[in-house]
């Protein structure tokens, strides 16, 4: 039994060290680290988990890289972590229904401080006008 659980624990501490910090095959480190720029960290949430120290972002550099050693497709690792911690992972969010307000809230105040704008600046070309035909009426 002892030796069942020792060799258990040296399998699992063997695989664990399997996945490296750093691919040595450059197409797999560049596949790994274009992957970590689109992930968001969940700690620093303005960050990508490649530009992130947080321990959390290790984590998930670190299931990146086995997912990618286990020769899953970025779709994959993708769902993967937005099955874990949803869309917020992302760093561009899926444009469904449900995101339409986050999508389109820009482009709506864009256009609502156009029209105050708008409303403030023919306010005040009808002050002038007003004004001047006031001095016209005290000659």
């Known amino acids: ?12 501490s063997a695989a664990a060290a399997a996945v490296p910090e750093t691919f040595s095959d450059p197409a797999l480190e560049a596949r790994a680290r274009h992957l970590q720029r689109e ?9 990508s ?9 290790g984590d998930l550099r670190r299931t990146v890289r086995e997912q990618i050693a286990a020769g899953r497709s970025d779709d994959e690792i993708k769902d993967y972590l937005r099955s874990r911690y949803g869309d917020f992972i992302l760093m ?13 809230a820009p482009f709506l105040v864009l256009a609502g401080a156009g029209g ?22 005290d000659f």
């Open 92 to 104: 561009q969010p899926p444009v469904e229904p449900v995101t339409w307000l986050l999508w389109l």
């Open 116 to 137: 105050v704008a708008w409303m403030a600046v023919s306010k005040a070309r009808k002050i002038p006008d007003s004004a001047d035909s006031q001095k016209i009426a």
């Open 39 to 47: 992930l968001r960290c969940l700690v620093c949430q303005g960050q």
């Open 1 to 12: 039994m002892k030796r069942l659980l020792l060799a258990l624990l040296l399998l699992t």
């Open 49 to 57: 988990i490649d530009e992130s120290n947080a321990e959390l972002a």
